[in-house]
């Protein structure tokens, strides 16, 4: 009878131990993309999130450069996405890439603001499998009427 529960035991721990590895391996990756309706930069209280976005987390070789992974994702109703990435990418360096906005009218992947690096790897002493990357924004074609008041509550205009 220990016998049998000493085997049971171990094929416990073994089944334990391979699902371990298993979310070892796995992130999840969170996100969200907006409009910069005022074509400034970075978010202010007119910016709005937009739905449908389409988004990518993509790997590169640190050396090569060459692509290593890349995955796609869509922002929900609030702009914001959730990508799992199936391994670990270790010394690789990712990025969270805008790659088509829903909005014809806030379509412009805003330089700087187009993409954002995120650490993919276990390798670096963070214990949580969820990660985040900084937002990322388009521009919108014309900015509001109403930016300048905005702007000035950010100090970005002289009064």
Same mark, same amino acid.
């Given at each position: ?57 993509e790997c590169r070789h640190r ?20 990508? !799992? ?27 700087g603001r187009d993409r954002a ?13 969820t990660r985040f990357a900084n ?8 900015? !509001? ?15």
């Open positions: 009878m220990a016998k049998i529960l000493l085997v049971l035991l171990a094929l416990c721990i073994a089944v334990s131990d391979s699902a371990a590895h298993f979310a070892e391996d796995s992130f999840l990756l969170q996100g969200s993309v907006y409009c910069d309706t005022c074509r400034c930069g970075y978010e202010t209280d007119a910016s709005k999130p937009i739905a449908g976005a389409v988004v990518k987390v050396t090569t450069s060459e692509i290593t992974y890349t995955k796609e994702g869509v922002t929900d109703s609030n702009g914001r996405y959730k990508i !799992l990435v199936e391994r670990d990418c270790g010394d690789d360096y990712c990025d969270s890439v805008l790659v088509k906005s829903s909005d014809p009218e806030c379509s412009s992947p805003d330089a690096r995120v650490i993919l790897t276990r390798n670096n002493g963070m214990n949580s499998d937002p990322m924004g388009f521009l919108k074609n014309t900015p !509001l009427a109403s930016c300048s008041m905005i702007l000035q509550k950010y100090q970005e205009v002289d009064e």
